[in-house]
Each structure stands twice: as structure tokens, then as C-alpha cells.
């Protein structure tokens, strides 16, 4: 009983519950019908993004498009960075794309184009990814880095340029799930053949009493996934 206790209080102390329960309590106060609406809603909205079956719907249009190739034959495998901390450190999405694309390496001895900029000063994710990668073992002449893109766009244009020079054909794409929509047709536009190699997937499906109670872990997630659609709307505006 006291376990429960102690997590029930860490949920209600903890963002994102701390701020539902401020919203709902300025709805309570408050005389104004406008002002309890926008709170009612505000708690609302935080308290859907925080759970799990709505962050997982959000992610089941994005994760589906693309699964695993079963056969790989390409020239090399590309991996797109997904963020880096100001310390060198790669964040979390990073880590998994990067991991999966050493598996792939290791597995069919193809050369790897490690694909990231830098984003306002910071040391270029590829320049990251590359120092991790020779640190697992990886040989040098395998690696090559494409480190001035800013966007997945970017991503495209560069790493094309390195497989007209390098005579690539093919390459494996190696990126989050959700991201591999966009990441596929830009490849695709940019004039690629891409053997699309989803990882990093965010959808749990396994839902218990806890799948209800709000998560600052799962409102990140779920962020991240109206991104990403925010994303493919405007890269198939300007794109």
C-alpha cells in the first residue's frame, strides 16, 4: 500500500498532473465563462498528450508507413542524426538510429554515411556519431560523414552528393520510425533508391491501469509526434 501511495503522490507532484490540476482549480475559481473554457480545454488537451493510447494513436500513422527490409542490398547505409546535446552527448533518438545502422554495418560490411550538421554552434552530429562509432571498432575508411545538413531535406542534398562522387546506387535509410515518411520521400525527391530501415519505435500497445495516468515521458513523445505531422505538412507545402 505504500508503494502506491508514494507513486500516486510523485504523479500528482510531478509535471505534467501538477499542471492539470492548476488548470482545473483556475476553472473552479474562476467566474469567467471564457477563462473556464480555455482552462477546462488546456487540462484537457495536456492530460490526452500525457497518456498513453492517445501518444500511441498519434504515432500509428507515422510508424506504419515503412517496416524492416527483410533483404538488404545497397551500396552502403546512410543514418540520420537525430539531435545531440551541447556536451557531445547523443540524445535518445540518436542513439537508436546510430546502434541499429552499427548492427547493419556489422551484419553486411557496407560502408556508413553518418548525415548531421551542427545546430547553433554545437560540434556536427555526424563528427558525434562517427567519434562513437570508432570507439565501437569500427574502422575509419567505412565512415563517412556528411556534416553541413540542418533538416531532413538537407539530409537528402548532401548524402546525394556523396553517393554521385562515391558511385552509390542504393543506399539503406536508417531512421526513427516516425520519421521515415518524410525521410523517404525527400530521399526519393532528391533522386535516391533508399532501402527504408525504420528503428526507434515509440508505440508501446501493451496498456495497463498506469496507461491513463498522465507522463512527462509520454507528453514528450507525444510532442514529438505532432512534430513530425506538422513536419510532413509543411515539407509537402514546400517541397
Do not use: W
Request: hydrophobic content about 40%.
Amino acid at each position: 500500500m505504500t508503494f502506491y501511495i508514494k507513486k500516486l503522490i510523485t504523479f500528482i507532484l510531478l509535471p505534467p498532473t501538477l499542471f492539470i490540476l492548476i488548470f482545473l482549480l483556475i476553472a473552479f475559481l474562476s467566474r469567467r465563462r471564457a477563462v473556464k473554457l480555455i482552462a477546462l480545454s488546456g487540462a484537457l488537451m495536456l492530460y490526452l498528450l500525457s497518456i498513453e493510447p492517445v501518444k500511441d494513436m498519434l504515432y500509428r500513422p507515422l510508424e506504419s508507413s515503412y517496416q524492416r527490409a527483410e533483404r538488404i542490398e545497397a551500396d552502403a547505409i546512410v543514418v540520420l542524426g537525430g539531435g545531440s546535446y551541447k556536451t557531445g552527448i547523443l540524445k535518445e533518438d540518436s542513439t537508436k538510429r546510430l546502434l541499429t545502422g552499427f548492427l547493419l554495418h556489422k551484419r553486411h560490411n557496407l560502408p556508413i554515411i553518418l548525415s548531421g550538421g551542427a545546430v547553433l554552434g554545437n560540434l556536427p552530429e555526424a563528427e558525434v556519431m562517427k567519434q562513437v562509432l570508432e570507439e565501437l571498432g569500427v574502422d575509419k575508411g567505412s565512415i563517412i560523414t556528411e556534416s553541413r545538413s540542418r533538416d531532413t531535406h538537407e539530409n537528402a542534398k548532401y548524402v546525394k552528393e556523396i553517393c554521385q562522387q562515391r558511385n552509390f546506387k542504393k543506399v539503406v535509410l536508417v531512421t526513427s520510425a516516425y520519421h521515415m515518411p518524410r525521410s523517404v520521400s525527400s530521399f526519393k525527391k532528391a533522386g535516391l533508391d533508399v532501402v527504408p530501415y525504420p528503428t526507434d519505435f515509440k508505440q508501446d500497445k501493451r496498456y495497463n491501469v498506469y496507461s491513463l495516468v498522465p507522463s512527462v515521458g509520454v507528453l514528450h513523445d507525444s510532442t514529438k509526434a505532432v512534430r513530425e505531422h506538422l513536419g510532413n505538412l509543411a515539407y509537402s507545402l514546400l517541397y
